[in-house]
């Protein structure tokens, strides 16, 4: 497996999916009026994985186009 592939295959993915995964915790805490010390940790998470994902899609786009 070349360095692309494992990139779009197996990185992204978890990138994207721990976001999602942050993002759907939030929202549940905050629709069963769960703690808002939880809401605002699960805020900060969230933009902190935003930018490693989006540092994951840069690099992997960056690598397609070198390769």
Known sequence: MDVVT??????????????????????????RGGSPL?????MQWRVLLQAVALCFVLATIILMNHS
């Open 6 to 31: 494992i990139a779009k295959f197996i990185i992204l993915p978890i990138a994207l999916g721990s976001v999602a995964l942050v993002l759907v915790l939030g929202l549940a805490n905050m629709a």
């Open 38 to 42: 939880l809401s605002q940790k699960l």
